[in-house]
């Protein structure tokens, strides 16, 4: 059977948490212990599980020791599906980065899918729950890709492309705004208003600067060319169903918008945006108001242009519907080449264009940089043109790129690394260049001095980087490592094995195997996560908006935004942790501004978002149609008569055939008990209800079988009315401070009521002998699970946050 991916609201996907924990009758919570990839594994891929004991660091205090062999179980039956031994990591060394002690459980034998997760024994304590499928990434490329649709500029967020809680009206489009955007040094001059409409935001600001689109877009390009069935016309985008793989429309709305910042002879401007850090700065992006202005020209953002252009027009020129586009993209990268080569050959490159009055990102680049855009220009016009002009240019200058020069193979110029391998195999390369480009490029790789290239166990989390790459932004080299390695696989360079593993088991970290134990994208619940980043400085998600929290606001961050990590190099000693932390440890879930400055810890970028999206491609197989029927409510009530009435409603539905009603009285195996129609394709928010006339006596478990009209179908959440009595469980008072009120069904008798934290720890237990009334007003405040059983019975879960 297909997979499907099923569109839920934030509500709905707390609540489907619930209907996994229904499955594991009783088994221990999430230990912050075991690290697993949250999301799964393919069936053939390595599988190991890391364990930790914290000895340095925020946790240090914690204290875990696995026993000698640990389990792997299945979810829904908690049958044991693998038993291993679990191996000590470096002699039991702590490890510097991480400050902790570690084992390994390797798990690969196991190849059967399904929902596993591993399990502690001894200690009962267990891992998140992950899968064991042919693509266990789908549903992450689909949030990760996603990421840039909400970030764009200038475009309204509306349904069904996007989720409710992310909807949003256009933006920036206001007078004096994006479509009549001022020259930021003669303000008041009309004459020289702009359309500079479109593009995405940078980062964690609504700024667009052009020099910033440099990586992004040649990762994304080269995520396509290398991985070109994973980007299929589907990922339920406006111009999804167009004929052209989603991923290429979203790099155009970037494409479209460099074109605005260019001129007729090539010149281009830096960036645009707000002139100080009070205008524009609210939440959503469609309430801001305050005018936005363009900077000056500059060579930098001239042969940026000259660089992305040249290898977007060979990559469009595939798409016979784009093969004008394609052209049109050689003619501005070839103008905007010929602007910048005067500058370039008389060594007078523009480096000091940006004074600020844009804030807030510096968009000019060094001398080096901009000489190997030039260089990255030339090879791509010279594989597409056949030009000798390009290819005499790309002999005369190779030499004295950085990366050539100095024979330096790493992360710090990842576009014009590639750029010049790439050359190295074209039919019409200079033999003696070609040699030297790999000569360079092989002693790199075989001499590795920095440990780059290959698998290594130096890391405890299986994700080796220098120390010196945790700084600001260290997830983007944390997957510019697997990219590098990567591209001297596919040149042929070095061991093919070793740098294949090293690659493959460098995308765990993002997903869980790090010393948090956290996915480092923003809010994927929904998706598979168990432990995510809750909270992004991003302007549109700021602190204390409905946007705030993943976890604890209504609406929490829209899913999918890669944060910048662990920074061993934050600059505010008094907010430990991130400070005075081992570097993989130098991490807080937090988005608040100045003084504690969470951007240097938790902002997105457009640059770590494509670093990551090609490396997740490489594990990732092509994504079949998603459901886009997005389901905002479920949920039912008990009827005086003994009947049951089930409510549902949905924002938005594409090619909904029908809904199946389906029953339970085990919340595992389940019956279809009646079906309605659905509403096909529809953008208004449609309401349905259902009777159950022939319930059970005993409780009732339900979910919806959502079916499109081409048969494929997903489940929703499952539900249940408890049926013990009368009444059901019920808590209150809302919000809750210093008790809670716990209403029980008659004749439920002493039940264990537990309190669980996010991070899976239990921090209250207590019988109760009936209803009655629970003092919590010495928890922390936050979000918890109440869980209330008899026995391994589980009778009530739900969320509650405490005041």
């Given at each position: 059977?297909?997979?499907?991916?099923?569109?839920?609201?934030?509500?709905?996907?707390?609540?489907?948490?619930?209907?996994?924990?229904?499955?594991?009758?009783?088994?221990?919570?999430?230990?912050?212990?075991?690290?697993?990839?949250?999301?799964?594994?393919?069936?053939?891929?390595?599988?190991?599980?890391?364990?930790?004991?914290?000895?340095?660091?925020?946790?240090?205090?914690?204290?875990?020791?696995?026993?000698?062999?640990?389990?792997?179980?299945?979810?829904?039956?908690?049958?044991?599906?693998?038993?291993?031994?679990?191996?000590?990591?470096?002699?039991?060394?702590?490890?510097?980065?991480?400050?902790?002690?570690?084992?390994?459980?390797?798990?690969?034998?196991l190849t059967a899918s399904g929902s596993f997760y591993v399990f502690d024994p001894a200690g009962n304590q267990r891992s998140a729950v992950f899968e064991i499928v042919a693509n266990p990434y789908g549903n992450v490329m689909l949030a990760a890709v996603k990421m840039f649709y909400y970030n764009r500029c200038n475009m309204t967020k509306a349904a069904p492309?996007?989720?409710?809680?992310?909807?949003?009206?256009?933006?920036?489009?206001?007078?004096?705004?994006?479509?009549?955007?001022?020259?930021?040094?003669?303000?008041?001059?009309?004459?020289?208003?702009?359309?500079?409409?479109?593009?995405?935001?940078?980062?964690?600001?609504?700024?667009?600067?052009?020099?910033?689109?440099?990586?992004?877009?040649?990762?994304?390009?080269?995520?396509?060319?290398?991985?070109?069935?994973?980007?299929?016309?589907?990922?339920?985008?406006?111009?999804?169903?167009?004929?052209?793989?989603?991923?290429?429309?979203?790099?155009?709305?970037?494409?479209?918008?460099?074109?605005?910042?260019?001129?007729?002879?090539?010149?281009?401007?830096?960036?645009?945006?707000?002139?100080?850090?009070?205008?524009?700065?609210?939440?959503?992006?469609?309430?801001?108001?305050?005018?936005?202005?363009?900077?000056?020209?500059?060579?930098?953002?001239?042969?940026?242009?000259?660089?992305?252009?040249?290898?977007?027009?060979?990559?469009?020129?595939?798409?016979?519907?784009?093969?004008?586009?394609?052209?049109?993209?050689?003619?501005?990268?070839?103008?905007?080449?010929?602007?910048?080569?005067?500058?370039?050959?008389?060594?007078?490159?523009?480096?000091?264009?940006?004074?600020?009055?844009?804030?807030?990102?510096?968009?000019?680049?060094?001398?080096?940089?901009?000489?190997?855009?030039?260089?990255?220009?030339?090879?791509?016009?010279?594989?597409?043109?056949?030009?000798?002009?390009?290819?005499?240019?790309?002999?005369?200058?190779?030499?004295?790129?950085?990366?050539?020069?100095?024979?330096?193979?790493?992360?710090?110029?990842?576009?014009?690394?590639?750029?010049?391998?790439?050359?190295?195999?074209?039919?019409?390369?200079?033999?003696?260049?070609?040699?030297?480009?790999?000569?360079?490029?092989?002693?790199?790789?075989?001499?590795?001095?920095?440990?780059?290239?290959?698998?290594?166990?130096?890391d405890l989390y299986r994700a080796f980087m220098p120390d010196w790459s945790y700084h600001w932004g260290s997830n983007m080299p944390k997957a510019d490592y697997a990219n590098v390695n990567r591209t001297m696989l596919k040149a042929g360079l070095g061991n093919a094995a070793s740098l294949t593993r090293k690659a493959a088991e460098q995308i765990h970290y993002?997903?869980?195997?790090?010393?948090?134990?956290?996915?480092?994208?923003?809010?994927?619940?929904?998706?598979?996560?168990?432990?995510?980043?809750?909270?992004?400085?991003?302007?549109?998600?700021?602190?204390?908006?409905?946007?705030?929290?993943?976890?604890?606001?209504?609406?929490?961050?829209?899913?999918?935004?890669?944060?910048?990590?662990?920074?061993?190099?934050?600059?505010?000693?008094?907010?430990?942790?991130?400070?005075?932390?081992?570097?993989?440890?130098?991490?807080?879930?937090?988005?608040?501004?100045?003084?504690?400055?969470?951007?240097?810890?938790?902002?997105?970028?457009?640059?770590?978002?494509?670093?990551?999206?090609?490396?997740?491609?490489?594990?990732?197989?092509?994504?079949?149609?998603?459901?886009?029927?997005?389901?905002?409510?479920?949920?039912?009530?008990?009827?005086?008569?003994?009947?049951?009435?089930?409510?549902?409603?949905?924002?938005?539905?594409?090619?909904?055939?029908?809904?199946?009603?389906?029953?339970?009285?085990?919340?595992?195996?389940?019956?279809?008990?009646?079906?309605?129609?659905?509403?096909?394709?529809?953008?208004?928010?449609?309401?349905?209800?259902?009777?159950?006339?022939?319930?059970?006596?005993?409780?009732?478990?339900?979910?919806?079988?959502?079916?499109?009209?081409?048969?494929?179908?997903?489940?929703?959440?499952?539900?249940?009315?408890?049926?013990?009595?009368?009444?059901?469980?019920?808590?209150?008072?809302?919000?809750?401070?210093?008790?809670?009120?716990?209403?029980?069904?008659?004749?439920?008798?002493?039940?264990?009521?537990?309190?669980?934290?996010?991070?899976?720890?239990?921090?209250?237990?207590?019988?109760?002998?009936?209803?009655?009334?629970?003092?919590?007003?010495?928890?922390?405040?936050?979000?918890?699970?109440?869980?209330?059983?008899?026995?391994?019975?589980?009778?009530?879960?739900?969320?509650?946050?405490?005041?």
């Amino acid at each position: 059977m297909r997979k499907h991916y099923l569109y839920l609201s934030c509500k709905c996907m707390i609540a489907l948490t619930l209907g996994f924990l229904l499955s594991l009758r009783g088994v221990a919570q999430v230990s912050q212990f075991i690290h697993v990839d949250q999301f799964g594994y393919a069936p053939t891929a390595e599988k190991v599980a890391v364990l930790s004991n914290p000895i340095v660091g925020y946790n240090a205090a914690l204290s875990y020791t696995p026993p000698s062999t640990m389990e792997v179980r299945n979810s829904v039956t908690n049958a044991v599906a693998f038993t291993g031994p679990v191996t000590v990591w470096n002699n039991g060394n702590t490890h510097a980065n991480s400050g902790d002690q570690g084992w390994w459980f390797d798990f690969s034998a196991l190849t059967a899918s399904g929902s596993f997760y591993v399990f502690d024994p001894a200690g009962n304590q267990r891992s998140a729950v992950f899968e064991i499928v042919a693509n266990p990434y789908g549903n992450v490329m689909l949030a990760a890709v996603k990421m840039f649709y909400y970030n764009r500029c200038n475009m309204t967020k509306a349904a069904p492309y996007a989720q409710s809680k992310w909807t949003d009206g256009n933006n920036f489009m206001n007078p004096l705004q994006d479509q009549q955007c001022r020259y930021v040094y003669d303000q008041t001059n009309a004459t020289l208003e702009k359309n500079l409409t479109g593009g995405w935001f940078d980062a964690g600001d609504y700024n667009k600067y052009v020099s910033f689109t440099h990586s992004p877009l040649h990762d994304l390009l080269y995520a396509y060319e290398e991985n070109p069935a994973v980007f299929t016309d589907n990922f339920n985008i406006p111009e999804s169903k167009n004929g052209i793989p989603d991923l290429l429309d979203e790099v155009k709305w970037e494409l479209d918008w460099l074109f605005k910042m260019t001129n007729a002879d090539g010149s281009t401007h830096n960036k645009m945006g707000s002139r100080n850090y009070s205008e524009n700065i609210s939440s959503p992006p469609s309430v801001n108001v305050d005018g936005r202005y363009y900077g000056p020209t500059c060579t930098s953002a001239s042969a940026t242009i000259a660089s992305v252009f040249s290898h977007a027009a060979l990559v469009y020129a595939g798409m016979p519907s784009l093969a004008a586009y394609a052209g049109t993209l050689e003619a501005k990268a070839v103008s905007c080449f010929n602007y910048v080569l005067p500058f370039f050959n008389a060594n007078t490159l523009q480096t000091n264009c940006d004074d600020g009055s844009i804030v807030s990102g510096d968009a000019d680049v060094a001398v080096g940089p901009q000489r190997s855009m030039m260089v990255i220009a030339a090879i791509y016009l010279f594989e597409r043109t056949g030009n000798a002009v390009y290819n005499q240019f790309l002999v005369d200058n190779y030499a004295g790129t950085d990366v050539m020069s100095s024979g330096y193979w790493g992360v710090d110029a990842t576009e014009l690394q590639d750029a010049l391998l790439r050359y190295a195999k074209l039919p019409g390369a200079n033999p003696t260049v070609a040699t030297a480009i790999l000569n360079s490029a092989g002693t790199a790789v075989n001499g590795n001095w920095n440990g780059f290239f290959g698998w290594t166990t130096a890391d405890l989390y299986r994700a080796f980087m220098p120390d010196w790459s945790y700084h600001w932004g260290s997830n983007m080299p944390k997957a510019d490592y697997a990219n590098v390695n990567r591209t001297m696989l596919k040149a042929g360079l070095g061991n093919a094995a070793s740098l294949t593993r090293k690659a493959a088991e460098q995308i765990h970290y993002f997903h869980g195997i790090n010393p948090q134990g956290m996915v480092y994208l923003s809010n994927m619940y929904a998706v598979g996560g168990d432990r995510c980043a809750n909270e992004i400085y991003h302007t549109w998600f700021n602190d204390g908006t409905i946007y705030d929290n993943a976890l604890t606001s209504p609406n929490g961050p829209a899913p999918g935004y890669v944060v910048g990590g662990p920074n061993a190099d934050y600059t505010i000693g008094s907010q430990s942790p991130p400070f005075g932390q081992p570097r993989q440890k130098s991490y807080l879930d937090f988005n608040t501004g100045w003084p504690t400055n969470s951007w240097e810890i938790t902002e997105p970028a457009i640059y770590y978002q494509a670093a990551y999206i090609r490396l997740l491609a490489h594990s990732t197989l092509p994504i079949e149609d998603p459901l886009p029927v997005e389901l905002a409510e479920f949920y039912l009530k008990e009827l005086d008569n003994g009947q049951a009435q089930l409510y549902w409603k949905t924002v938005s539905e594409t090619d909904n055939e029908r809904f199946e009603v389906e029953r339970s009285t085990d919340g595992v195996d389940f019956s279809m008990i009646g079906e309605l129609k659905g509403h096909n394709t529809t953008a208004v928010a449609r309401h349905y209800t259902f009777t159950d006339t022939e319930l059970p006596n005993i409780t009732a478990y339900y979910r919806l079988k959502q079916v499109d009209t081409d048969g494929q179908f997903e489940y929703s959440k499952i539900i249940a009315l408890y049926r013990n009595g009368d009444v059901a469980f019920r808590i209150g008072p809302n919000p809750l401070s210093d008790y809670v009120d716990l209403q029980m069904p008659p004749h439920t008798g002493t039940a264990t009521v537990t309190l669980i934290n996010m991070a899976g720890v239990e921090v209250m237990r207590r019988e109760m002998d009936g209803s009655g009334r629970l003092l919590i007003s010495n928890v922390a405040r936050g979000m918890y699970l109440m869980r209330v059983e008899k026995g391994s019975e589980k009778l009530f879960m739900q969320r509650i946050f405490k005041n």
